[in-house]
């Protein structure tokens, strides 16, 4: 774990490709982040989930709805990958998300909506092809061509790195 609270896992280091057999463990760490979500979730009252991660950081509760909120633009450029050719993907502003009014619906709706996200992510992923992880989109606030297996790994990092942000905040606190 890395000292930094907000990169705890460290940051995510891009990499140059993923083959099949180096996407099958990440999609396995996609597949398992409900449950290592709802895991550490457990047992967590209101006040700690409002508790922000770290100093001027989200709360418990904006980070889980920002896996599901990121996830699911995830989902959709993958499928667009997957089905257009280099297509140009749409950013969102993920602070501005974080504030909108669905963000005071129960975390479990957010993992919920995980669950049956990541099952179809991973059904849709598992069969790609070594072409297929080679396939890339634009995203526009990067200018360059993202590898399907790229955003694989990225995902998979990004499920660990808000999981803990949520259980060193635990581990901090004593929760």
């Given at each position: 774990m890395s000292d930094d609270l907000r990169f705890p896992i460290g940051r995510f280091e891009r990499v140059?490709?993923?083959?099949v057999a180096d996407a099958a463990p990440l999609l396995d760490q996609i597949a398992s982040l409900p449950d290592e979500l709802r895991a550490a979730l457990a047992g967590l009252s209101d006040a700690q989930l409002a508790t922000p991660y770290r100093p001027e950081g989200w709360s418990?509760?904006?980070?889980?709805?920002h896996?599901?909120?990121s996830h699911m633009n995830a989902f959709i450029r993958c499928k667009l990958l997957l089905t257009e050719e280099q297509p140009t993907v749409k950013p969102y502003l993920q602070d501005a998300w974080a504030a909108t009014a669905d963000n005071t619906v129960d975390v479990q709706t957010s993992v919920a909506l995980l669950e049956g996200l990541h099952r179809r992510w991973v059904a849709l992923l598992r069969p790609a092809t070594g072409a297929d992880l080679q396939r890339?989109?634009?995203h526009p606030e990067h200018g360059r061509p993202v590898p399907l297996g790229n955003t694989i790994a990225l995902y998979a990092w990004h499920g660990r790195h808000h999981v803990a942000h949520i259980t060193e905040l635990r581990r901090r606190e004593g929760w």
């Open positions: 140059a490709e993923v083959s418990v509760s904006q980070v889980v709805h896996l599901a909120d890339t989109y634009i």
